[in-house]
């Protein structure tokens, strides 16, 4: 069975830019949830997906969004790059709303520079 | 809120030797799930275990096992006979099971294992 897969797997910006990522969850997993691991701040929840609704989001600004294809995939776009949007951004997902076990994919380096 | 604690920011062994990772949490959920995760150099999340809050037995599988103690409100987990490849860092998390609740993870900031040959 395919894993979550996230794709690119690593994306350079220049401050002001947009970015956008992907990510396909594990075949019959509905929810989608994105988390960004930043140097010096840890794992920290972005944003959660589940049959193509965001039910909830993170400490976040605005400038982070994201949707749910009706095929479970998602995208995570950051608009207007700061340098500290500079991190490892990964993917979970789950089988189906009520579970609470995440598996992960590899992950997107977002460089800002 | 939910809180997660690792103190042990880096722990360096020998191989072959026994290791303990430290997490302490804080809810105020009455019910909740627990996790372990690793994270090898690659950068992918590997989940090795969840623990339900009102399951309170250990668990061992194969060189690993997971101390539960609701009491102390710690999930500690134990490598037996250390091996290179578990060089790693490893997360503990929370995920509250109150309804309404957010299903997010609340890590800890991880502790960066390193097992010497």
């Known amino acids: 069975e395919a894993g979550v897969t996230q794709s690119p797997t690593h994306l350079i910006k220049t401050r002001g830019q947009q970015a956008t990522l992907r990510c396909s969850p594990i075949?019959?997993?509905?929810?989608v949830y994105w988390y960004q691991q930043a140097l010096g701040l840890g794992l920290q929840f972005l944003l959660w997906?589940?049959?193509?609704?965001?039910?909830n989001r993170g400490n976040f600004p605005p400038r982070f969004s994201g949707r749910q294809f009706p095929n479970y995939s998602s995208e995570l776009n950051v608009n207007a790059l700061e340098l500290e949007d500079s991190a490892l951004y990964l993917c979970?997902?789950?089988?189906?709303?009520?579970?609470?076990?995440?598996?992960f994919g590899p992950g997107t380096r977002l460089t800002v520079t | 809120a939910q809180k997660v604690t690792q103190a042990q920011t880096e722990i360096s062994v020998v191989e072959k030797e026994d290791v303990t990772l430290d997490c302490v949490y804080e809810t105020r959920d009455t019910t909740y799930y627990l996790f372990w995760y690793k994270q090898p150099p690659s950068g992918e999340l590997v989940f090795l275990i969840r623990?339900?809050?009102?399951?309170?037995q250990n668990e061992i599988s194969g060189r690993y096992s997971w101390n539960f103690q609701k009491s102390t409100s710690s999930f500690n987990f134990t490598i037996t006979a250390s091996q290179v490849v578990d060089s790693a860092v490893y997360f503990c998390?929370?995920?509250?099971?109150?309804?309404?609740?957010?299903?997010?993870?609340?890590f800890g900031s991880g502790t960066q294992l390193t097992v010497l040959p």
């Open positions: 075949s019959g997993h509905t929810s």
């Open positions: 979970a997902s789950s089988v189906y709303r009520d579970s609470y076990e995440q598996y």
């Open positions: 997906y589940d049959e193509g609704e965001e039910r």
């Open positions: 623990r339900n809050s009102f399951d309170e």
């Open positions: 998390a929370l995920n509250p099971r109150s309804s309404g609740s957010a299903r997010q993870l609340t």
